[in-house]
């Protein structure tokens, strides 16, 4: 566990020689402000000193996505179709991307359920610093982890034939889709990783989310589907951001006849959006009522 210092910074408490800065002043909505800020970078930069000094997390993470990315893009892509035609490989990297996005929010609960069984959290709501700031800053971490996970992924796609065929603009639109959706993810981690008693307790609930990432469009159209499950699919958040993304990338898009899947693109800003508003207070409620 990394240390933190005795700054105004870290512990939350001003001190002669600390530096410029507003006090901790709770009549002070500057003050409220500016130390919610300070607090979140100090929760960031020790979630990813951790990442620096284990950089095995990030490849662990990754191995499934690229296992599975090359186990369906070889072994099985010769044998899968996509409907109204297009090579399988392309329209399978969009759906990738977003399964991995989509699953990050898994080890977020693993990483604040650790943190909550070594008695850190604890420690963080002895301090005077601002109730969001937990929840925040692990999310302000992950966010960067994710960014450099997708990179990979993205180079990774590259290297086996995968291309972005809709210009810049599209790529970097199908790329901040797919960082929305693991950004609202986050707070579903944060917050089921404060309600589950044990690290072990919290790599259960890949039995959860590992069903929620297959039906979807992630792999196959929801159309090649028995009716009842491509509903379900296709009205899958994943599933919004895998077809958006496939269209904005240019890759082949098996798009149903359903009104979620014609305004893939839509949906894929909605349902970050609905999700964060969510369980962002949620998260931010469950840190504040945890017991000492």
């Known amino acids: 566990m990394t240390t933190f210092g005795r700054s105004a910074a870290t512990t939350g408490v001003r001190r002669p020689g600390d530096g410029p800065g507003p006090s901790r002043n709770p009549d002070s909505s500057h003050s409220l402000v500016y130390w919610a800020v300070v607090d979140c970078w100090n929760i960031t930069r020790r979630t990813l000193t951790h990442y620096q000094r284990q950089p095995a997390a990030i490849v662990w993470q990754l191995g499934f996505p690229i296992l599975s990315l090359l186990l369906y893009g070889y072994v099985f892509g010769s044998a899968m179709k996509v409907p109204g035609g297009g090579d399988y490989r392309e329209f399978l990297m969009p759906g990738m991307f977003a399964m991995t996005m989509a699953m990050g929010f898994m080890n977020t609960a693993v990483a604040v359920v650790t943190d909550a069984s070594k008695g850190v959290v604890d420690r963080f709501r002895s301090m005077p610093m601002a109730p969001s700031a937990f929840a925040s800053g692990r999310g302000a971490a992950d966010l960067v982890v994710a960014s450099a996970e997708l990179t990979i992924l993205a180079v990774t796609a590259l290297l086996i034939g995968w291309r972005a065929d809709g210009g810049p603009l599209g790529a970097l639109g199908a790329f901040g889709l797919l960082l929305l959706l693991r950004f609202s993810l986050i707070w579903v981690g944060v917050w089921l990783g404060m309600l589950v008693p044990t690290p072990e307790a ?41 077809t958006a993304t496939r269209e904005l990338f240019g890759n082949p898009v098996a798009g149903g006849g359903t009104w979620v899947e014609q305004h893939a693109v839509l ?20 840190f504040q009522r945890l017991s000492r």
């Open 267 to 286: 949906m894929a800003v909605v349902w970050p959006l609905v999700v964060t508003l969510v369980f962002l207070p949620l998260a931010v409620r469950r």
């Open 202 to 242: 919290a790599g259960g609930l890949y039995a959860v989310a590992f069903p929620l990432t297959m039906i979807s469009s992630t792999f196959v159209s929801p159309s090649l589907m028995p009716d009842w499950l491509g509903f379900v699919a296709a009205w899958n958040p994943i599933s919004s951001t895998a």
